[in-house]
């Protein structure tokens, strides 16, 4: 396992990270996606720990409050030192239905921060994120309000998820302006079926150093090549999360499963082994249900895609040229010049 160092902290974390939407058992449409009970929890985290992970991610909404409190139990259960690991876990999705009972406002930031430590059973959280935007409360509160945390000792660090590059920019310079806690990471979606990040997202991400934490790497079992066969098992069968366009991904089906062939493993460990050779990914989370899977995903890490690997499934999964993307060329001899000294003519 390899450590990368998350954001601009001197934080090192695992380049894979336990997901943990899977633990406790949520109703609704996320059913399917749940149903770890506290002994498999026990058993993927000793697993995941024992194979050099240091990092797990939870929210407060998974199942209810569920995934937070099987979590803290576990590291209790097996003894596990909290210096150890880094702790991340997210709040903002509504957890009721009063009109208070979502967002990122300094009223239910200071709420639920105290119920996620309650349910982990532990006084600090390493790494805070914002679950989604907030369009009802000033950034600045909510800014100001996270920096109290951290002044508090009850986090660490804090980051952000599923935000628009813009809204990320926007709230690094009111951070700036307040001289206020700065975001140290994005926690986003990325994958071989998924790649809209590259657009706006990731070119943000390494210009202001920001740590990426891939969620959903297998677009939700569907690079792991089961649907093909019509496998109902899983939650892609009862929720397409994430949104896959199956015509365009079955070339991507059909050079992973190449590609997996020569390496003599599965096509999931080779969709994460793309994802883990990329420099501007910090970690990849790993969200399982069973221990063979968590197995099987850990075969990743040692997976080393050549070139010609690497470019098979990069053109197989290209994105189509978008605006402002495909004007872009127009400003290549600037590039040129910057990077080797040479004029070039435009046109």
């Not at 952000?160 to 700065?182: D, H, M, Y």
């Not at 990849?284 to 997976?303: C, F, P, R, T, Y």
């Amino acid at each position: 396992m390899k450590y990368k160092v998350l954001g601009k902290t001197g934080l090192f974390v695992s380049e894979m990270c336990l997901g943990t939407m899977t633990f406790g058992q949520s109703a609704g449409r996320y059913a399917a996606a749940s149903g770890v009970t506290q002994e498999m929890a026990d058993a993927i985290i000793r697993l995941g720990f024992d194979a050099g992970i240091n990092f797990i991610d939870t929210a407060n909404v998974y199942a209810g409050g569920q995934s937070e409190e099987i979590v803290g139990k576990s590291i209790k259960n097996l003894g596990l030192a909290r210096k150890d690991l880094v702790i991340s876990t997210k709040m903002g999705h509504a957890t009721g239905d009063g009109p208070n009972d979502g967002g990122s406002s300094r009223y239910n930031i200071m709420n639920q921060v105290k119920e996620s430590l309650k349910r982990l059973g532990t006084d600090h959280i390493d790494l805070y994120q914002l679950h989604g935007w907030d369009a009802a409360t000033p950034l600045d509160e909510t800014i100001r309000a996270l920096d109290d945390l951290i002044t508090q000792g009850l986090v660490r660090y804090v980051g952000v998820s599923n935000w628009f590059a813009w809204q990320i920019q926007k709230a690094l310079g009111k951070a700036e302006q307040l001289n206020t806690v700065q975001f140290e990471s994005v926690q986003a979606y990325y994958s071989l079926a998924g790649r809209d990040l590259e657009r706006e997202i990731l070119p943000m991400l390494e210009s202001e150093k920001l740590g990426l934490m891939v969620f959903s790497p297998l677009a939700g079992g569907y690079l792991s090549g089961k649907y093909r066969n019509g496998d109902s098992s899983g939650r892609r069968a009862t929720i397409q999360f994430p949104p896959v366009d199956e015509v365009k991904g079955e070339p991507v089906l059909a050079a992973l499963e190449d590609i997996a062939a020569e390496h003599n493993t599965s096509m999931a460990s080779i969709a994460l082994a793309w994802l883990l050779q990329k420099r501007s990914v910090t970690t990849v989370i790993i969200g399982v249900k069973h221990k063979e899977q968590l197995e099987d995903n850990l075969k990743a890490a040692n997976v080393n895609l050549s070139e010609s690997e690497i470019k098979k499934l990069n053109e197989a999964s290209q994105l189509p040229p978008e605006y402002p993307g495909w004007m872009m060329g127009s400003s290549a001899p600037r590039e040129h010049l910057l990077s080797t000294g040479e004029l070039t003519k435009q046109y």
